[in-house]
């Protein structure tokens, strides 16, 4: 069938065939669909959508379009966490060592920031030294000795995404839950893993903003991966607030390196040790929830996890001494303390408005081509439900040069939220899809 035909098909509401399907990624792979063919079917799935068996074939036809990690020499599960994507969200760095030294193997994929929300690789490479391009050879090596590894998704890993993904930016298409299942879950199944956590954030400052729609998405990808053979579970965790109280690159490095060694924020910590227990159990590595539980609240307390990431960072060539010294990570060198502007409770937070303020200094990109400033961030200095004074600190801006200074405090300033008594108790996770 012609792609005319097919686009007409989903156009009219019709369903497609697996072959259709097909044809749509291989055209997206092999150039011979053009940007403008690609661009109405992908409006036309955003408008009419697609029933779970499309967004299956889509997902796995994609997965198909390059290579898949062969992990096969490794013994062990191999299970994988991902993060749809938040503000102040290191838990990546934190879990897949805690997870590794309960005997999961992870070999995670990770991506960059984007706009407001953070990502693990530009974290990662506040590390003077540290890697994230690795061959699959290395990357094999590193899982067999450490047991973890984090890299950039690389060039052959589901290019049919990677040709999607850019058109969708510029069309208005990316909000679709077909297309972010099938986007999403193609490069996971890539890895070669066995089993998959997802960790669907909701609020103000995720991509889904409703407990509905982040469920809906959670429904979709946990069902494409099971279709796949991947057994995959998604937490729904909060994002109306940013994670801990460090957002940034060098200073969420810091934080998280803090939570390893037992001093991190209690929800940093708490959320690290329930994502990591899940994948723990997945692995087959535990008997019971409970038991999956122990063991990695066992390897936060033993230290064995902070030496698992020590070892992944000398492994992937940075400076592991920064794990003993995380001092030796530079901030930038300006600091501005915005204030309440009035005595209150602090009622939020708005994890949106201050992952704003952090690219405005530099610490995100407005572009994929744009580069990061690994120094600059935004430290959290007074504690949600905290009775304030006006005048009281609540948040720190660590900026280079003054740059994007003022944006980034209006910002951080509308991010306040007071109130006249203390917040109701949010809880972490509010729901989960298995
Ligand atoms: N992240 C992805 O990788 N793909 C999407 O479609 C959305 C978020």
């Given at each position: 069938?012609?792609?005319?035909?097919?686009?007409?098909?989903?156009?009219?509401?019709?369903?497609?065939e697996?072959?259709?399907?097909?044809?749509?990624?291989?055209?997206?792979?092999?150039?011979?669909?053009?940007?403008?063919?690609l661009?109405?079917?992908?409006?036309?799935?955003?408008?009419?959508?697609?029933t779970?068996?499309?967004t299956?074939?889509l997902?796995?036809?994609?997965?198909?379009?390059?290579a898949r990690?062969?992990?096969?020499?490794l013994?062990?599960?191999?299970?994988?966490?991902?993060?749809?994507g938040?503000?102040?969200?290191?838990?990546?760095?934190?879990?897949?060592?805690?997870?590794?030294?309960?005997?999961?193997?992870?070999?995670?994929?990770s991506?960059?920031?984007?706009?407001?929300?953070?990502?693990?690789?530009?974290?990662?490479?506040s590390?003077?030294?540290?890697?994230v391009?690795?061959?699959?050879?290395?990357?094999?090596?590193?899982?067999?000795d450490?047991?973890?590894?984090?890299?950039?998704?690389?060039?052959d890993?589901?290019?049919?995404?990677?040709?999607?993904?850019?058109?969708r930016?510029?069309t208005?298409?990316?909000?679709?839950?077909?297309?972010?299942?099938?986007?999403?879950?193609?490069?996971?199944?890539?890895e070669?893993?066995d089993a998959?956590?997802?960790?669907?954030k909701?609020?103000s400052?995720?991509?889904?903003r409703?407990?509905?729609?982040?469920?809906?998405?959670?429904?979709?990808?946990?069902?494409?991966g099971?279709?796949?053979g991947v057994r995959?579970?998604?937490?729904?965790?909060?994002m109306?607030?940013?994670?801990?109280?460090?957002?940034?690159?060098?200073?969420?490095?810091?934080e998280?390196i803090?939570?390893l060694?037992?001093q991190g924020?209690?929800?940093?910590t708490?959320?690290?040790?329930?994502?990591?227990?899940?994948?723990?159990?997945?692995?087959?590595?535990?008997?019971?929830?409970?038991?999956?539980d122990?063991?990695?609240?066992?390897?936060?307390?033993?230290?064995?996890?902070?030496?698992?990431?020590?070892?992944?960072i000398?492994?992937?060539?940075?400076?592991?001494?920064?794990?003993d010294?995380?001092?030796r990570?530079?901030?930038a060198?300006?600091?501005?303390?915005?204030?309440?502007?009035r005595?209150?409770?602090?009622?939020?937070?708005?994890?949106?408005?201050v992952?704003?303020?952090?690219?405005?200094?530099?610490?995100?990109?407005?572009?994929?081509?744009?580069?990061?400033?690994?120094?600059?961030?935004?430290?959290?200095?007074?504690?949600?439900?905290?009775?304030?004074r006006?005048?009281?600190p609540?948040?720190?801006?660590?900026?280079?040069?003054?740059?994007?200074?003022?944006?980034?405090?209006?910002l951080?300033?509308?991010?306040?939220?007071?109130?006249?008594?203390?917040?109701?108790?949010r809880?972490?996770?509010?729901?989960?899809?298995?």
């Amino acid at each position: 069938m012609h792609a005319v035909e097919i686009i007409r098909k989903k156009r009219d509401g019709l369903a497609l065939e697996r072959d259709d399907v097909a044809r749509f990624v291989s055209g997206a792979t092999d150039g011979s669909w053009p940007d403008y063919q690609l661009s109405a079917m992908l409006m036309a799935t955003v408008l009419r959508g697609m029933t779970d068996e499309e967004t299956a074939w889509l997902t796995e036809a994609m997965a198909q379009s390059g290579a898949r990690f062969d992990l096969g020499r490794l013994a062990g599960r191999k299970v994988d966490k991902h993060s749809t994507g938040g503000v102040g969200d290191k838990t990546s760095l934190i879990l897949a060592p805690l997870a590794a030294a309960c005997g999961v193997v992870v070999p995670m994929m990770s991506g960059r920031g984007l706009g407001h929300t953070g990502g693990t690789l530009d974290k990662l490479e506040s590390i003077p030294g540290f890697r994230v391009d690795l061959g699959a050879r290395e990357i094999v090596d590193i899982l067999e000795d450490v047991g973890c590894v984090i890299v950039g998704q690389t060039e052959d890993i589901a290019p049919a995404d990677r040709r999607l993904y850019r058109l969708r930016d510029v069309t208005a298409t990316v909000e679709s839950i077909p297309l972010i299942t099938a986007s999403i879950m193609s490069k996971k199944l890539a890895e070669g893993i066995d089993a998959l956590v997802l960790d669907v954030k909701v609020g103000s400052g995720a991509f889904m903003r409703t407990l509905d729609d982040a469920e809906r998405l959670a429904r979709s990808m946990v069902r494409a991966g099971a279709l796949a053979g991947v057994r995959t579970e998604a937490l729904l965790t909060q994002m109306d607030a940013p994670l801990g109280r460090a957002v940034g690159n060098s200073i969420e490095v810091v934080e998280s390196i803090q939570t390893l060694r037992g001093q991190g924020p209690r929800d940093v910590t708490e959320l690290s040790l329930l994502l990591a227990a899940r994948m723990v159990l997945l692995a087959g590595r535990a008997a019971s929830a409970g038991d999956a539980d122990r063991r990695v609240r066992e390897a936060l307390a033993s230290g064995a996890g902070f030496e698992r990431f020590r070892r992944m960072i000398e492994r992937q060539g940075g400076d592991p001494e920064v794990a003993d010294e995380p001092e030796r990570l530079l901030l930038a060198p300006g600091r501005e303390i915005v204030r309440a502007p009035r005595a209150g409770y602090l009622t939020g937070l708005d994890a949106l408005l201050v992952g704003r303020a952090a690219a405005a200094l530099g610490a995100g990109r407005a572009t994929a081509e744009a580069r990061v400033d690994h120094g600059v961030g935004i430290r959290v200095i007074a504690t949600l439900g905290a009775l304030l004074r006006a005048g009281d600190p609540v948040l720190e801006l660590i900026h280079r040069d003054g740059n994007g200074l003022a944006d980034a405090a209006d910002l951080a300033r509308q991010a306040i939220e007071l109130g006249g008594a203390p917040p109701a108790p949010r809880p972490l996770v509010v729901g989960d899809v298995v």
